[in-house]
Nanobody, 112 residues
Framework: QVQLVESGGGLVQPGGSLRLSCAASGIIFSANYMNWYRQAPGKEREWVAHISTPGLTNYADSVKGRFTISRDNAKNTVYLQMNSLKPEDTAVYYC??????WGQGTQVTVSS
């Protein structure tokens, strides 16, 4: 059974950092690209970051320079390191891979 499980969300103050993890099972992880998306209350889900199978990365302009996506193929896990967090980063964060596979999401709240 294919499964993506996100973790690492929480409440953080503006300017703080969080690292999200997404553990994959049931797929050949090293052969799959991975994405992070987010959905804020009342808004559509938006793409945040992408990492290809050889590790090339792309970011949405809104997070470029603050977020870093990485992968550990030995652990079947993709990460999203989020620094200099802003209140507008508050959202449920989802990981995604090819074939339309999504995790259940993890809540990130940036507030003082």
């Amino acid at each position: 059974q294919v499964q993506l499980v996100e973790s690492g969300g929480g409440l953080v103050q503006p300017g703080g950092s969080l690292r999200l993890s997404c553990a994959a099972s049931g797929i050949i992880f090293s052969a799959n690209y991975m994405n992070w998306y987010r959905q804020a209350p009342g808004k559509e889900r938006e793409w945040v970051a992408h990492i290809s199978t050889p590790g090339l990365t792309n970011y949405a302009d809104s997070v470029k320079g603050r977020f870093t996506i990485s992968r550990d193929n030995a652990k079947n896990t993709v990460y999203l390191q989020m620094n200099s967090l802003k209140p507008e980063d508050t959202a449920v964060y989802y990981c995604n891979t090819q074939g339309g596979i999504w995790g259940q999401g993890t809540q990130v709240t940036v507030s003082s």
